[in-house]
């Protein structure tokens, strides 16, 4: 097709048209309302997701995810959210199945980064994705009954579809869940269960992927010595796998020739609650996600809540002083991540725990502030549809120094001039005198765990592993959302892909989002009284959502962080969403994983996974 | 040494004066006992936000090595004290009884956080265990979600307070110091559903049951006096109600013995029942007369 403008780089409607044009058959627009993107026919789903990456440039398949619309056209839906790695929006496109024999072929071939996500909404929903290389349960055990995402798929302590339940409010009746299950326990069995033929195949079945027949093989080395491949399981309990992670390797010698994360245990079902929440449920959930960064969780899912009430009628923005102290929490919370991140990982590759409680003393300042604001260290539970919490209070407490606890009262901008403008850039310049030449830590970190830039998109890499590979994709540059287009800050990149690149883009992160809050300040003190609310009240507190889709993301610390939310069911908008999906940059970052270690040492697997910077609760969600 | 001497010296037997300051009559417990809460160990393991609070109680602002637990090892075998720092997954409650059943005696299990104390906020997730004393023995629960950090000390500290009370004479008191040594806690399988090999025997007289008259295996009608919430219509179908108590050993470890606390907390429930039935009504007469305009 001849157009003006080279395909890479048209509008989305234009990549659409061309996609409706080159396949008449198989590509319609979704028209339900509130929908955008297309439907694609399953059985061409492969042939249209290749021109999208090749002819269209959507190199980065952000999201898949499957939605199951029991009662409301009974199939099951995959979502794919592709983007260009220069920037933009997305391009949605959908392919559709029956539920009873769900089958969707897989894009593995063509986006690496479909792997996990595949393989998750294989093991919750029961999709069926032909042509995946490895397509296991992820997040439950191998031999778990049924695929819990499924609408119709009943957890052992159901009480109703959505919350809240009749039995507390109005009714005021309160009981212990435990107490309706024979068992006492959070369990419920098939009814065909086998109690004389019971084995437990979840491990088995982790070995067996690696194509082993046993643990021990003799395979001879390149000089003709005799050497032997050995399976080294690492994890859940592994002080350095940064929570409950698991990686099972194969090694020759020292070298490490294979590996494969094992994870889901700390998988808490997120999504399931999540559905039978009402909106404003969720956002104390969002905190639990990445919990070193509540509040950026908080920040993507009112985005995308926001984009589905913008839908409605009734629907104010944000206030400008509203939208600037999310970006001020935003960026503080980046901050208390990456100090985070930085020393954890320099734990990892062996300076234990000296540097990381220099970080955790100045993370200590951060959250006396968060406590203040938000009434909580950690699960702020900060933003609303539409405003906030709460305004910043008059005045704060919060320790002066550490060598004792005593908490001093400070004035809140007082506290934060200081803070930004003196305590963190020291500790900033700190951090960097003491390890950016550091020898060990060169030659710890140099060529190690090497991700180079195409593997990098391909596999869906996201935030400083996606930068560190030479990427220059920041979503606050590449798709702006709130106030960012007019703030002034650059994009850190570093070409190298190894784990050192990946400490200097997290290190530059921290000078620019300093940088964003000396833009802050000022704008603090010139939208000084003006409510962080549209009209000056609180927005509703249980919102009605219209019908549609919402994909609403953000830059966290460890990535791209989205959150898909279907609104569906009655006319005038529902309470609860039908779906709600989280897209986390811990779980998606771990799909290089595999390859970033192959032809390294053991020693050096644990600063690697360091390096990716993962959080389990975004993980396993 | 902070060892005061007076404290462990509170015996009735009489040190001549000169010796005073020099020897120390105590019972053997007490030595014991002291010595014993002023260095547990806690076990490095994390599993979810909690740990990140658990790593800030380690760190230098709070810093519970002031209270003598020293350092956290990674290795079970070196630990005193399993601080189980979040939720408990099925998929993990199995390592971590392992862990436990590795951990040399005496042992205890500080459950920190809502989850690991009941579930908390993830409880009816299909793969949350509803708190760590379903499958181990838990000493000192620490409400919060996350507790603080000074919550945690708090809970560390009534751990150590807990540990004056034993006694090596009494068997009961601490299993460890009972003759021969312990059985393990059994692990957990991971089937269908997570199996708790405990309650083998109840699984499968359910399974019977359940194939006989179709009961949906798991659910049952609480007995009358529990039922205080109008069955859903799905679960009166599960289970006809003459059934209704379907397992002695289970009821008995539900309901408290001899009465129930139900009956007195009900008046209050009645009363917040009806003030939010009234506060229902008024919003929907708002409601409506706004929706008339
Ligand atoms: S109690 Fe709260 S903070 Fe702790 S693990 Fe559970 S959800 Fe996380």
Redesign the pocket.
């Known amino acids: 097709m001849p157009t003006a403008a080279p395909l890479t780089s048209t509008t989305i409607d234009g990549a659409i048209d061309h996609l409706q044009t080159t396949y008449p058959k198989a590509v319609s627009v979704d028209d339900r309302e509130g929908y955008g993107g297309i439907i694609v026919d399953s059985a061409q789903l492969l042939d249209v997701a290749r021109v999208i990456r090749d002819e269209l440039g959507f190199d980065y398949l952000s999201s898949a995810t499957a939605v199951d619309y029991l009662g409301a056209g009974d199939h099951m839906e995959m979502v794919y959210h592709a983007y260009r790695s220069s920037g933009g929006g997305a391009l949605v496109f959908k392919a559709q199945t029956e539920r009873d024999h769900a089958e969707i072929p897989s894009l593995v071939s063509v986006w690496r980064g479909a792997d996990f996500q595949e393989r998750e909404a294989w093991d919750l929903y029961g999709i069926h994705f032909p042509g995946h290389p490895n397509l296991k349960r992820i997040l439950m055990w191998e031999g778990f009954h049924g695929h819990p995402m499924r609408k119709d798929w009943r957890e052992a302590y159901y009480e109703e579809e959505q919350k809240p339940f009749d039995s507390r409010w109005p009714g005021g009746h309160v009981h212990r869940a435990e107490e309706k299950n024979v068992f006492g326990k959070n369990v419920s069995y098939p009814r065909e269960i086998d109690l004389s033929r019971l084995m437990d195949t979840s491990e088995s079945a982790v070995y067996q992927s690696l194509g082993l027949g046993v643990d021990v093989e003799r395979v001879m080395d390149k000089d003709g010595f005799e050497t032997n491949e050995l399976v080294v399981n690492m994890g859940p309990h592994h002080p350095s796998t940064h929570g409950v992670f698991r990686m099972v390797l194969t090694v020759d010698g020292e070298t490490v020739t294979s590996l494969e994360p094992v994870m889901g245990y700390l998988h808490r079902n997120h999504e399931k609650i999540g559905e039978r929440n009402t909106y404003l449920h969720n956002i104390p959930f969002t905190d639990?996600l990445d919990?070193i960064s509540s509040m950026g969780n908080n920040h993507g899912y009112v985005l995308a809540v926001e984009q589905l009430l913008s839908l409605g009628r009734r629907y104010n923005e944000p206030t400008y002083r509203c939208e600037v102290l999310r970006v001020l929490m935003v960026e503080l919370s980046r901050i208390v991540n990456h100090l985070w991140a930085i020393g954890f990982w320099l734990n990892d590759i062996g300076a234990f725990f000296t540097p990381v409680l220099y970080f955790i003393q100045e993370r200590e300042r951060i959250l006396d502030f968060f406590e203040a604001v938000a009434g909580s260290r950690?699960?702020c539970n900060y933003m609303r549809f539409g405003g906030l919490f709460g305004d910043l209070p008059e005045r704060i407490k919060s320790v002066s120094n550490l060598t004792n606890d005593r908490a001093r009262d400070y004035n809140t901008i007082q506290f934060l001039t200081e803070m930004v403008s003196e305590r963190i850039p020291r500790t900033i310049d700190e951090l960097e005198q003491l390890l950016t030449q550091n020898e060990i830590l060169i030659e710890r970190s140099v060529g190690v765990g090497v991700l180079s830039a195409e593997d990098a998109i391909n596999y869906s890499a996201a935030g400083p592993l996606l930068r560190g590979s030479g990427v220059p994709y920041d979503i606050r540059r590449a798709d702006p959302y709130s106030i960012y287009d007019e703030l002034d800050f650059d994009v850190a990149v570093e070409d190298a892909g190894d784990m050192y690149a990946r400490y200097r883009v997290r290190v530059k992160e921290l000078r620019e989002s300093v940088r964003i809050l000396r833009q802050l300040l000022p704008r603090l003190e010139a939208t000084e009284g003006q409510s962080i609310w549209a009209d000056g009240k609180p927005g509703a507190y249980a919102p009605r959502v219209p019908l549609g889709e919402a994909y609403g993301r953000v830059e966290n610390g460890k990535g791209e962080l989205g959150y898909y939310i279907v609104s569906a069911g009655g006319k005038s908008g529902t309470s609860n969403p039908w779906r709600y999906h989280v897209r986390a940059p811990s779980f998606i970052n771990l799909t290089p994983m595999g390859i970033m270690s192959q032809g390294y040492k053991v020693a050096d697997i644990v600063g690697i996974l360091g390096s990716i910077d993962i959080v389990l609760?975004e993980t396993d969600r | 040494m902070d060892l005061n001497l007076q404290e462990l010296n509170a015996t009735e037997f009489p040190v001549p004066a000169e010796l005073e300051n020099n020897i120390a009559i105590t019972s053997l417990s007490q030595l014991y006992n002291w010595g014993r809460r002023n260095s547990m160990w806690p076990m490095l393991f994390g599993?979810?936000?909690?740990a990140i609070?658990m790593i800030a109680t380690a760190s230098s602002r709070f810093d519970f090595s002031r209270f003598g637990f020293e350092v956290m090892r990674a290795t079970p075998r070196q630990a005193d004290l399993m601080i189980v720092?979040?939720?408990v997954t099925k998929k993990m409650v199995v390592p971590i009884v392992r862990l436990y059943n590795q951990m040399p005696e005496p042992k205890y299990v500080l459950a920190?956080?809502?989850?690991?104390s009941g579930g908390?906020?993830?409880k009816e997730g299909y793969n949350v265990v509803s708190g760590m004393d379903k499958y181990l023995p838990v000493d000192v629960y620490v409400p919060?979600?996350?507790p603080t950090p000074q919550a945690l000390l708090y809970g560390m500290i009534a751990l150590q307070r807990k540990i004056d009370g034993q006694s090596i004479a009494n068997g009961d008191d601490v299993p460890w110091y009972g003759a021969g040594s312990a059985e393990p806690t059994p692990v957990p399988v991971l089937g269908p559903d997570i199996i708790d090999p405990r309650q083998m025997d109840m699984i499968r007289r359910q399974a019977e049951r359940a194939a006989q008259d179709m009961v949906d295996l798991g659910m049952r009608e609480l007995p009358a006096a529990m039922q205080m919430v109008p069955a859903k219509s799905a679960t009166t179908a599960a289970a006809p109600a003459e059934t209704a108590p379907v397992d002695g050993d289970a009821l008995a470890f539900v309901l408290p013995a001899g009465g129930t606390p139900w009956t007195e907390a009900e008046d209050i429930r009645e009363k917040r029942r009806l003030r939010a039935l009234a506060r229902k009504a008024v919003r929907a007469s708002r409601r409506a007369s706004a929706e008339e305009e």
């Not at chain 2, 599993?47 to 909690?50: F, K, R």
């Not at chain 2, 920190?112 to 690991?116: P, V």
């Open positions: 639990r919990y950690m699960m609760g | 599993l979810a936000c909690c609070e720092s979040g939720t920190m956080g809502a989850c690991a908390g906020p993830f919060g979600c996350p």
